[in-house]
């Protein structure tokens, strides 16, 4: 898994900001949440994440039946499968849309040159590894990981 991280790293890739703080949001609930709510502004203080940028996007996980919302004076946020259950891919993928490390990997449409790009196929081939990996890595493992 880091080998593939560094590559991503290694050739200025990265992930969006809505990626990066789905993966913390989501893992603030499975770390603190215990299947209790938990208040979008307490992940956003733990997290480092804007409030109402948190706000839009846990919106967004939710309509992606990731997350659940709790009303009342003691609601908030839960998980809405178990953290074994929520793939690292599933999440991005919610928050972000399909892992492509160039645009033309999700739209031939989207790059004039598509037709006739020397560097397309490297760019599917390694955006489905990146995605492999992703898919591979529960929230749970990213947690365990977190403890080690």
Not at 28 to 43: C, E, K, M, S, W
Not at 114 to 122: A, D, I, P, Q
């Amino acid at each position: 898994m880091t080998k593939l991280v560094n590559y991503y790293i290694m050739w200025g890739m990265k992930l969006s900001s809505k990626g990066r703080y789905a993966v913390s949001a989501m893992f603030d609930l499975a770390a603190y949440g215990n299947g209790d709510p938990v208040t979008a502004a307490q992940i956003a203080e733990r997290q480092g994440i804007p409030l109402a940028y948190l706000e839009q996007l846990l919106a967004k996980l939710r309509r992606s039946g990731l997350v659940r919302t709790v009303r009342g004076p003691s609601g908030g946020y839960v998980l809405a499968k178990k953290p074994s259950a929520l793939s690292i891919g599933e999440i991005i993928r919610a928050a972000d849309g399909p892992v492509a490390l160039a645009e033309c990997v999700s739209g031939a449409a989207s790059c004039p040159k598509s037709g006739c790009c020397s560097t397309k196929t490297l760019w599917v081939k390694l955006s489905a590894k990146v995605s492999r990996v992703f898919d591979s890595t529960s929230l749970k493992d990213l947690c365990q990981e977190a403890r080690a």
